[in-house]
């Protein structure tokens, strides 16, 4: 791409160079659930698009720079309340899955598979 | 998938307590896709197919090939600006979500630049995931409001002579730009074509490779 050389002088736009544009797996996840989520007619495209403006508004208001990198993050907040609003997933669920996440991993030795115990 | 993810976050290990740590972020992924597992509301085969899909199979280059085959084929040309969704099928390229696609010609006298101010619809069928860039905040606001600045920040100038048209995409309605044909490309094929069709080309904020640049 030609557009390495101008990275240093655009401190308001941050680039890339046609590289991945998942940072991090989870921001994959994510993106994945949501467009599955849909395909499965849990929500319609355009609800996925007003829950997702409105989240990154709401970050926004609350002082997010918003330059693109926190996005996914708003990505995950707008899917985890479009979920709850349908009733497919309530809160007490994915904070009771997230603390089970959470000890498991840190019950698990390192180079070993991390499994829930339920 | 629990050797899965332990490839993934294998980074998080702490050396002194010898106990791994995922971040608040993926604590909440995990929970909420296992859920969504359990409740068999999403398939995590499927989940893989669509990450690997848009990762490494799409990008650019169906939108590439679109470009190329409408600066070789003047009937393919016609169809696409009539009806680009109909054309971009044509190819074998279907939006997942139902949007329609329009596409945007640049012309000696008018160029077009894509944005959507509220978030970042893009049309991932035709260039893949969109870029960092597109999804922050400067530039959805920037790009209304001073395009040009914006095209000359990308190493595009457009003189007051051109006309600078910017189009905000919806969840409904999705925009790709075929930006002008490279001088210098005659007798050049449809696969050499795409291979001077950048992404911000398509976007609209960057121009076509020059033969010898690809």
């Known amino acids: ?118 | 998938m629990g050797t899965h993810d332990h490839d993934h976050h294998g980074h998080h290990h702490d050396h002194d307590h010898d106990e791994q740590r995922w971040s608040e972020v993926e604590l909440r992924v995990k929970a909420l896709e296992s859920l969504l597992v359990d409740k068999g509301l999403v398939d995590p085969a499927a989940l893989d197919l669509l990450i690997e899909t848009y990762e490494t199979k799409v990008g650019p280059r169906n939108g590439a090939h679109v470009v190329a085959k409408a600066w070789s084929d003047p009937g393919f040309k016609a169809r696409l600006l009539e009806n680009a969704s109909a054309a971009i099928a044509e190819l074998g390229y279907i939006g997942r979500q139902g949007e329609d696609m329009v596409v945007l010609e640049n012309t000696d006298r008018v160029r077009n630049m894509v944005v959507c101010t509220l978030c970042s619809c893009y049309p991932w069928p035709v260039l893949g995931l969109p870029p960092v860039w597109y999804k922050s905040a400067p530039y959805r606001a920037r790009a209304v409001r001073e395009p040009r600045a914006v095209l000359a920040e990308f190493g595009t100038a457009v003189t007051e002579d051109v006309e600078v048209r910017v189009w905000d995409s919806t969840a409904e309605l999705r925009y790709l730009v075929l930006p002008q044909r490279p001088p210098g490309t005659e007798g050049m094929d449809e696969a050499a074509l795409a291979r001077l069709v950048t992404r911000d080309s398509m976007i609209g904020v960057g121009e076509p490779l020059r033969p010898g640049e690809a």
Do not use: C
Request: proline share 6%; net charge negative; hydrophobic share 45%.
């Open chain 1, 1 to 118: 791409m030609t557009t390495a050389v101008d990275l240093d002088r655009l401190p308001a736009i941050p680039r890339d160079a046609d590289g991945p544009v998942f940072r991090e797996p989870w921001e994959a996840a994510a993106f994945a659930m949501a467009v599955r989520l849909h395909q499965g007619g849990l929500f319609t495209w355009t609800e996925w698009a007003e829950t997702l403006a409105a989240e990154i508004t709401r970050a926004q208001a609350a002082g997010d720079p918003d330059r693109g990198d926190t996005y996914y993050r708003h990505w995950l907040a707008a899917l985890e309340r479009l979920v709850k609003a349908k009733g497919a997933v309530s809160d007490a669920e994915l904070h009771a899955r997230r603390d089970a996440w959470d000890a498991a991993v840190r019950a698990t030795p390192h180079g070993k598979p991390i499994v829930l115990q339920r």
